[in-house]
């Protein structure tokens, strides 16, 4: 990916992901909002999420950080990191 990401957009892609995968309205999930507590996200449900996620933007998410994925923001934070590698 280029050095100009626009991070906004990739944040609406994901919050989309993420609608379809929990089958929630998007307008309902906020980037604070944690995957299990307040989505009712479960663990295959999540890497769901981690693989929609590695096929879209084309990065690996090293089996390490994957625990670490408990809510939208930890997605953007991550992700971030990988996009600016």
């Not at 890497?47 to 089996?63: D, Q, T």
């Given at each position: 990916m280029s050095d100009n990401?626009?991070?906004e957009e990739i944040k609406k892609e994901i919050?989309?992901?993420i609608s379809e995968i929990a089958e929630i309205p998007e307008e309902e999930i906020k980037d604070d909002a944690r995957f299990?507590?307040?989505l009712?996200?479960?663990s295959?449900?999540?890497?769901?999420?981690v693989a929609g996620i590695e096929k879209k933007y084309?990065?690996?998410i090293p089996e390490?950080?994957?625990p670490i994925i408990r809510s939208l923001q930890n997605v953007y934070?991550?992700?971030?990191k990988l996009l600016n590698k």
């Amino acid at each position: 990916m280029s050095d100009n990401i626009n991070f906004e957009e990739i944040k609406k892609e994901i919050r989309k992901l993420i609608s379809e995968i929990a089958e929630i309205p998007e307008e309902e999930i906020k980037d604070d909002a944690r995957f299990a507590e307040d989505l009712g996200i479960d663990s295959m449900m999540a890497l769901e999420v981690v693989a929609g996620i590695e096929k879209k933007y084309k990065v690996v998410i090293p089996e390490a950080e994957i625990p670490i994925i408990r809510s939208l923001q930890n997605v953007y934070d991550l992700l971030g990191k990988l996009l600016n590698k």
